[in-house]
């Protein structure tokens, strides 16, 4: 159980585009979900955390204009990369847990965002 | 706010033996839970173990054990009888205040 898929694994994007990933949580509702960002050969870093039906909360130095979620039902995230730039090439992960004050967080696989 | 630190980047284990990665954290919270997980290859993160702060006792699984030092805030975890599909990126977490902060992590190589 506590399966989290994300699509797409892979996207190459020209700069200027939008890009959106999903987030999906297969056999379990999430009540929250969160999206981290990480660098190659770098550690997970917080972007944002969303709770179903509200609007994300997100971390220090990242710009909501340009990093959209919206989480929309229990089983569903979404992270929007708009206008995106080479600087935005990274490795973007998602991961749900479910219920308040639940501790332990199940990750997606991840998806590599190259920006030309 | 919240640190985790991991002062090994790399470490390596002979195949059958035990390895031990070190962790440090600092917070003035008293309720929190740390974790381990690991990322292979595939760069999907894989939950090693999970210690709850307010437990004296050491998490274990399996292979998998933890050394939980709460006044020194210290966390480290011990792999015994290494495999090769252990090798990957440990990363330490503490999770409070609903949020995971990760260590910068520790490359494991097993030698065969």
């Known amino acids: 159980g506590a399966v989290v898929s994300q699509h797409p694994s892979r996207v190459i994007c020209k700069s200027g585009t939008s890009v959106k990933i999903e987030c999906r949580s297969l056999?379990?509702?999430?009540?929250?979900m969160f999206w981290y960002r990480q660098f190659p050969k770098q550690s997970l870093m917080l972007m944002a955390t969303?709770?179903?039906?509200?609007?994300?909360t997100y971390e220090q130095g990242v710009e909501k204009d340009k990093f959209l979620i919206n989480h929309a039902s229990l089983t569903l995230s979404t992270l929007t990369v708009t206008s995106a730039h080479p600087e935005d090439s990274s490795f973007y992960i998602c991961?749900?847990?479910w219920g308040v004050g639940t501790d332990t967080q199940y990750f997606g696989p991840g998806t590599r965002l190259t920006v030309l | 706010a919240q640190t985790v630190t991991q002062s090994q980047p790399e470490m390596s284990v002979q195949e059958a033996e035990t390895v031990t990665l070190s962790c440090t954290y600092d917070?003035?919270?008293?309720?929190?839970?740390l974790f381990w997980y690991k990322q292979p290859p595939s760069r999907q993160m894989i939950l090693v173990i999970r210690?709850?702060?307010?437990?004296?006792q050491n998490a274990t699984e399996n292979r998998f054990s933890v050394n939980f030092q709460k006044a020194a805030k210290s966390f480290s975890l011990k792999i015994s009888d290494s495999q090769l599909g252990d090798a990957a990126m440990y990363f330490c977490?503490?999770?409070?205040?609903?949020?995971?902060?990760f260590g910068t992590g520790t490359r494991l190589t097993i030698i065969p």
């Open positions: 917070t003035s919270e008293s309720d929190y839970y």
């Open positions: 977490a503490w999770f409070g205040n609903e949020k995971l902060t």
């Open positions: 210690q709850e702060a307010y437990k004296q």
């Open positions: 969303s709770n179903e039906g509200s609007k994300a």
């Open positions: 056999d379990f509702q999430a009540t929250t």
């Open positions: 991961s749900a847990h």
